[in-house]
Every structure is written in structure tokens, then in C-alpha cells.
């Protein structure tokens, strides 16, 4: 794949992602922000209680939308979308010889070409990125085996709008990549 046609496909994979991601809002907006509604009558606790959705489920929905909008673009039909996958071929996945679990991933299973997408899910009332840039460092640098075209750092907020997307590349900081 030229290197022109290997950005327009980062570049595409992260419009289709942040798309997956107002699927969410619109389609399961609860997950969010449960104090909606009926929801906040019968519970009557703040948003900030502590009492949230785990992340995981968040992260789940946004791999189900990611997968319903991949399977209908033909140049995806050869990808897997997986979330919380957890192996390398036959190996469990590592970085420095911690084992890892990405949130979610875009990839051809049993190789690592076609190691395409690798995201992190953090939501508002958890904003802590910094083990998960590390973390996307590995799956997109040299050093380890992974080499995935683009990282990304999601950072879910109450609304749509203030949602905090860091794209990690080439095992790089992502200094000025915020989109």
C-alpha cells in the first residue's frame, strides 16, 4: 500500500470511529449519562456519585457500532473489529513484558499485517490517559511486534461535542495530534 493511500485509510478509520461514537450518544445515550429522565426520579443521585456504567460497556457499543459501519465499506471486508482481545497469533499480547489488553482493535487476526486501529476508552469520570498513550505508544512504535497505522485515545464526556480524541503514530508522543 503507497503511503498516500495508507494515510487517506487512517484517516478514514478515524472519521468511521468517531462516527461509532455518535452512534453511541444517539443510540445509547444512557450509558453515558443514566440520570436521564426516569432514571434520575427513581435514583436520585448526582451524576458524580460514583454510580456509572462501566467503562467497558461504553467501549463495547462503540466497538458493535465500529463493526456495523466496517462491514458495509468493501476496503474493510478483510478486518476483524475486536474489543478487549487479548492475543498475539498464539501468544498473549505484551508491551515490555506487561500483559495487555486493548480496548479495542482493528486488524486481520493470526499476523500483524493489517494491524490498523488500537483505542483506548476513558470516560468523564475517568480522564486519566496517560497509561493508555503509553500503552498506544507500544501498539504503534517499532519496538514491539504490533505496528498498528494509528492509535487512539478516546476520552467519552457527557456530551458529544467535548469528546477528547489523541491520536498516537509511530510509537510517538502526540504533542499537537488532539483532534
Known amino acids: 500500500m503507497t503511503k498516500d493511500a495508507t494515510n ?11 462516527l461509532a461514537v455518535r452512534n453511541l450518544y444517539d443510540k445509547d445515550g444512557y450509558l453515558i449519562n443514566y ?10 443521585k448526582k451524576p458524580d456519585d460514583g454510580h ?5 460497556a461504553i467501549a463495547y457499543k ?14 474493510y471486508k478483510e478486518y476483524d473489529v475486536d474489543f478487549e482481545y487479548n492475543r498475539d497469533i498464539i501468544d498473549i499480547k505484551r508491551i ?3 500483559i495487555v489488553i486493548p480496548d479495542i482493535i482493528v486488524h486481520k487476526r493470526g499476523g500483524y499485517d493489517g494491524d490498523l486501529l488500537v483505542a ?3 470516560s468523564y469520570w475517568n480522564r486519566d490517559v496517560g497509561d493508555d498513550i503509553k500503552k498506544l505508544k507500544g501498539f504503534t512504535g517499532d519496538e ?18 467535548d469528546v477528547k480524541y489523541i491520536i498516537v503514530e509511530k510509537g510517538e508522543d502526540p504533542k499537537n495530534k488532539k483532534e
Do not use: T, W
Open 62 to 75: 462503540i466497538a458493535h457500532y465500529l463493526e456495523n459501519i466496517l462491514s458495509l465499506d468493501p476496503q
Open 120 to 122: 483506548e476508552i476513558k
Open 144 to 161: 514491539e511486534n504490533y505496528r498498528y497505522s494509528v492509535g487512539l485515545s478516546v476520552v467519552i464526556e457527557q456530551k458529544e461535542k
Open 35 to 44: 440520570m436521564g429522565g426516569v432514571a434520575q426520579s427513581l435514583q436520585q
Open 8 to 18: 487517506k485509510l487512517k484517516k478514514d478509520i478515524v472519521k468511521k470511529f468517531k
Open 52 to 56: 456509572h456504567v462501566g467503562e467497558r
Open 96 to 98: 515490555v513484558l506487561d
